[in-house]
């Protein structure tokens, strides 16, 4: 069974950064798609960024486009976002996602493995 785990998170201000790391337990990201996703307080988990197993596409959130940055290194199993001008309306638990199941990048049928999550909290 693989194991992702995430890390990264954290309480920032609103208007700065934080990159948050999944590492995998197994050499998965280089045959998997992997996306960040995330859910916030009495909110449904929703999709954030994806990044596809060649690693030449990716797919982002309206709101976090041109903010976030999703990355990957396949030699060191671990998927990255880079989060900058985080908002209030950023903070939830962010959660990686790892499969190769059929379905869109965006939603949450390709990703059969998922981590616990990292806390984001950002202060106004």
């Known amino acids: 069974q693989v194991q992702l785990v995430e890390s990264g998170g954290g309480l920032v201000q609103a208007g700065g950064s934080l990159n948050l790391s999944c590492a995998a337990s197994a050499r998965i990201f280089n045959t998997d798609n992997a996306g960040w996703f995330r859910q916030a307080p009495g909110m449904e988990r929703e999709f954030v960024a994806a990044?596809?197993?060649?690693?030449?596409?990716?797919e982002y959130r309206d709101s976090v486009k041109g903010r976030f940055t999703i990355s990957k290194n396949t030699r060191w199993d671990t998927v990255y976002l880079q989060m900058t001008r985080l908002t209030p309306d950023d903070t939830a638990v962010y959660f990686c996602?790892?499969?190769?199941?059929?379905?869109?990048?965006?939603?949450?049928?390709?990703?059969?493995?998922w981590g616990q999550g990292t806390q984001v909290t950002v202060s106004s």
């Open positions: 996602a790892a499969g190769s199941l059929p379905g869109a990048l965006t939603s949450e049928r390709p990703y059969n493995y």
């Open positions: 990044i596809d197993w060649y690693g030449g596409h990716r």
